[in-house]
């Protein structure tokens, strides 16, 4: 393994770290999330499962940086809904008349 896999390897793993944190904050109901972001972290996690063994033992070097765009990507979609739901859910603000 060269050192650039190796640098690969740990991104995914820190990715997955910070997934597994957002998930747990979500699951503490310290963000709001809709049925859609629930879809969203569901779809995520399963990925991540499904692929923490091509990870760890890939069949090509390239295949490792495949996984992470792809996780990367699902970690963003979700992670933009919960935002999105937290703005949703948020009062309006009260302006004075202008």
Do not use: Y
């Amino acid at each position: 393994m060269d050192f650039d896999e190796t640098e690969m390897r740990e991104a995914v793993r820190e990715l997955a770290e910070a997934l597994e944190t957002m998930l747990n904050l979500i699951k503490a109901d310290a963000l709001p999330a809709t049925p859609e972001a629930h879809r969203r972290m569901r779809e995520a996690m399963a990925f991540l499962d499904e692929s923490t063994d091509r990870i760890a033992t890939p069949d090509t070097p390239g295949e490792v940086l495949d996984l992470a765009k792809a996780l990367n990507g699902l970690v963003v979609s979700t992670r933009e809904q919960i935002l999105a739901d937290a703005v949703a859910a948020s009062p309006v603000p009260d302006h004075p008349g202008m």
